[in-house]
């Protein structure tokens, strides 16, 4: 049985998964906020066999700068004492891929995510094949309203949109590592480093005074 541990705490959420091809073996998702660390290894360790696994699935962002570094150097570890290759996804790929499923009458959509420093995560999805339409942005949330254009919308951005009709709003979701069969190969198998969608914001010494 070849199964893949998937670990998610790039959001306020801590999800993990054990994966037997497409299907859930266990998983465990809880909306912490913070303190990731100090959950993310018992709720692995309470999976069957500890968790152990194949090969491991790690959400790269974007999302909190903390929480994207705890679940990639946890995934990371865990690959190398296991010798177990790891491999990243999106966390906006992975909220659009659940979106669809539970809304098949949607072609399109756009997952918007609380940012930093006033700004929201936005990118827009296709549903078949699911793609991305554009690049990963990060805005003001007026320009995240106008940049998803008459999509419907989901994410934990979506609060911060004033003016969105209500028809169009699917809600605040966040990233579910269990939700992670329902990826295409191709957007479950980016390299495992960070996302973080915009610049970080400590600088160098010599980039701040140039």
Not at 60 to 83: D, I, K, N
Not at 129 to 157: C, N, Q
Request: net charge neutral; with cysteine; aromatic share 4%.
């Amino acid at each position: 049985m070849a199964l893949t541990l998937v670990i998610d705490t790039a959001t306020a959420a801590c999800s993990v998964a054990l994966i037997d091809g497409g299907a859930v073996v266990a998983a465990a998702h809880e909306v912490v906020g913070r303190g990731h660390a100090e959950r993310l290894l018992p709720m692995i360790a309470a999976l069957p066999g500890g968790g152990r696994a194949d090969r491991l699935l790690v959400d790269c962002g974007p999302g909190s700068f903390t929480g994207v570094r705890v679940g990639l150097a946890a995934a990371l570890a865990l690959g190398l004492g296991w010798r177990a290759p790891v491999a990243g996804y999106s966390s906006t790929a992975l909220i659009a891929a659940a979106a669809f499923a539970a809304r098949p009458d949607l072609a399109e959509l756009a997952v918007v995510m609380e940012g930093g420093h006033g700004e929201l995560f936005m990118q827009p999805y296709r549903a078949s094949p699911l793609a991305a339409l554009a690049p990963l942005a990060s805005l003001r949330p007026d320009a995240a309203l106008a940049a998803a254009g008459g999509r419907a919308v989901i994410g934990s951005g979506v609060r911060w949109l004033d003016g969105l009709p209500p028809g169009r709003d699917l809600g605040a979701a966040l990233p579910r590592a269990a939700d992670a069969p329902l990826l295409p190969p191709g957007l479950a198998a980016l390299p495992p480093r960070p996302i973080y969608g915009r610049a970080p914001d400590a600088k160098p010494m010599a980039a701040a005074g140039a």
